[in-house]
């Protein structure tokens, strides 16, 4: 059992550990206060030849897996991104290149994966609906087949990043739910042309406005008779289930990876704060009030780090990874909280000011015990799934 990480994997920590070494905590702050995408590091990212790290090298990427893409996004969430780190490499590299590597058509692998390894093409992933929520087998976008094309129509909610992507993985029903035997049967993926939809007048979209993770927006997405050429179903129709499961548990563990980097962000600024702020005489983590709990969370962080890259390396090996991820999910995202709300007591009343990075680290560590899967069905998994209790329902 050897449980250091492979050349890759050091290779990318370092890489990206050297570009993130040029922005600070006060760059990511601004990102998130002006609402903008963090150009200049997905330039550096771009140009470094990051964003294409699992995009095989016959097109032009660097061949890695879900371990490297894990690294990759916490080492980034690390350096002060946090939240904001989640998107970088969630929707192109993990959505796009990573599914489409898998099971995308021999043309679309060809047109697609030598843009998405560069950056010049942007992907986003969806699948949630307003009234399905949580209940992923229960969506009523539906696709029928007209001719060479499917006709869709529905609506999706906190989609990320329709604004600037290209492509859009979309998750629909060819078979509705309630004819489905079994449940996952029906299900299809297709590859929709964001530009092309929009300008057709088919696929429109309305930002949410949100409390945190603000460097990319999150919409309400409109599709109208969207037409799709039957050439950009992404595996085959009405077996989309076995493409989800390669979307939704990577999905898991980038973010993660995420929660992870934005836990020790947040251990470190309350650290650092310990160490410098005097009250009675003597600096305040001199008190176990406030280092057993930074205590705690180092070793909830050094725990969901190893469930973390077992679940990666288990995917990277085409091995059952659905337990893992869930519990790197869960307990990552369980330690960013726990780690940005002891940040939070430590500074005290000075957490409330903007001038520290605090309320940010909460906002985007607050989204983790929520989405894209609630605490509460994780737990279900683990308790259904994998200890065999009976079912609520």
Same mark, same amino acid.
């Given at each position: 059992?050897?449980?250091?990480?492979?050349?890759?994997?050091?290779?990318?920590?370092?890489?990206?550990?050297?570009?993130?070494?040029?922005?600070?905590?006060?760059?990511? +702050? *601004?990102?998130?206060?002006?609402?903008?995408?963090?150009?200049? @590091?997905? $330039?550096?990212? !771009? &140009?470094?030849?990051?964003? =294409?790290?699992?995009?095989?090298?016959?097109?032009?990427?660097?061949?890695?897996?879900?371990?490297?893409?894990?690294?990759?996004?916490?080492?980034?969430?690390?350096?002060?991104?946090?939240?904001?780190?989640?998107?970088?490499?969630?929707?192109?590299?993990?959505?796009?290149?990573?599914?489409?590597?898998?099971?995308?058509?021999?043309?679309?692998?060809?047109?697609?994966?030598?843009?998405?390894?560069?950056?010049?093409?942007?992907?986003?992933?969806?699948?949630?609906?307003?009234?399905?929520?949580?209940?992923?087998?229960?969506?009523?976008?539906?696709?029928?087949?007209?001719?060479?094309?499917?006709?869709?129509?529905?609506?999706?909610?906190?989609?990320?990043?329709? +604004? *600037?992507?290209?492509?859009?993985?979309?998750?629909?029903?060819? @078979?509705? $739910?309630?004819? !489905? &035997?079994?449940?996952?049967? =029906?299900?299809?993926?297709?590859?929709?042309?964001?530009?092309?939809?929009?300008?057709?007048?088919?696929?429109?979209?309305?930002?949410?406005?949100?409390?945190?993770?603000?460097?990319?927006?999150?919409?309400?997405?409109?599709?109208?008779?969207?037409?799709?050429?039957?050439?950009?179903?992404?595996?085959?129709?009405?077996?989309?289930?076995?493409?989800?499961?390669?979307?939704?548990?990577?999905?898991?563990?980038?973010?993660?990876?995420?929660?992870?980097?934005?836990?020790?962000?947040?251990?470190?600024?309350?650290?650092?704060?310990?160490?410098?702020?005097?009250?009675?005489?003597?600096?305040?983590?001199?008190?176990?009030?406030?280092?057993?709990?930074?205590?705690?969370?180092?070793?909830?962080?050094?725990?969901?780090?190893?469930?973390?890259?077992? $679940?990666?390396?288990?995917?990277?090996?085409?091995?059952?990874?659905?337990?893992?991820?869930?519990?790197?999910?869960?307990?990552?995202?369980?330690?960013?909280?726990?780690?940005?709300?002891?940040?939070?007591?430590?500074?005290?009343?000075?957490?409330?000011?903007?001038?520290?990075?605090?309320?940010?680290?909460?906002?985007?560590?607050?989204?983790?015990?929520?989405?894209?899967?609630?605490?509460?069905?994780?737990?279900?998994?683990?308790?259904?799934?994998?200890?065999?209790?009976?079912?609520?329902?």
């Amino acid at each position: 059992m050897d449980f250091t990480l492979p050349d890759s994997a050091l290779a990318v920590q370092r890489g990206i550990a050297d570009i993130c070494s040029r922005y600070d905590l006060e760059y990511w +702050q *601004r990102c998130e206060s002006d609402k903008r995408w963090p150009e200049e @590091v997905w $330039a550096d990212l !771009a &140009k470094g030849g990051w964003l =294409g790290l699992a995009v095989p090298e016959e097109y032009g990427g660097g061949g890695q897996g879900l371990l490297e893409l894990a690294v990759a996004t916490e080492t980034l969430s690390a350096s002060g991104a946090a939240g904001g780190s989640a998107f970088t490499y969630v929707l192109t590299p993990g959505f796009g290149a990573m599914t489409l590597a898998r099971h995308g058509t021999a043309e679309q692998k060809a047109s697609l994966l030598p843009h998405l390894a560069t950056g010049e093409m942007e992907t986003c992933f969806a699948l949630t609906e307003p009234d399905a929520g949580s209940n992923s087998l229960a969506i009523t976008t539906h696709a029928r087949r007209d001719g060479s094309d499917y006709v869709i129509n529905g609506q999706k909610i906190w989609i990320t990043g329709v +604004q *600037r992507a290209t492509w859009m993985l979309l998750v629909t029903r060819t @078979v509705p $739910a309630a004819e !489905a &035997k079994p449940r996952t049967h =029906g299900m299809t993926v297709f590859l929709v042309n964001v530009p092309e939809a929009v300008a057709a007048g088919q696929l429109s979209f309305q930002p949410i406005p949100k409390m945190g993770a603000n460097t990319t927006p999150s919409n309400m997405v409109f599709l109208d008779d969207m037409r799709v050429p039957a050439a950009n179903v992404v595996g085959e129709v009405d077996q989309g289930a076995v493409v989800l499961w390669d979307i939704l548990n990577p999905e898991r563990v980038l973010l993660a990876a995420s929660a992870l980097g934005g836990a020790e962000v947040a251990l470190r600024v309350a650290v650092a704060y310990a160490k410098e702020r005097e009250v009675f005489g003597r600096p305040i983590g001199a008190n176990q009030a406030v280092s057993f709990p930074l205590a705690q969370v180092k070793a909830k962080i050094e725990l969901a780090r190893l469930m973390l890259y077992k $679940a990666a390396w288990s995917f990277d090996r085409q091995l059952p990874c659905g337990t893992e991820a869930n519990i790197a999910k869960l307990t990552a995202s369980q330690a960013a909280w726990e780690a940005a709300d002891a940040a939070f007591q430590t500074h005290g009343g000075m957490a409330y000011s903007l001038e520290y990075p605090v309320a940010r680290l909460l906002a985007d560590a607050r989204i983790g015990k929520v989405a894209p899967v609630t605490e509460e069905l994780l737990l279900n998994y683990l308790a259904t799934q994998v200890l065999g209790l009976p079912r609520s329902f």
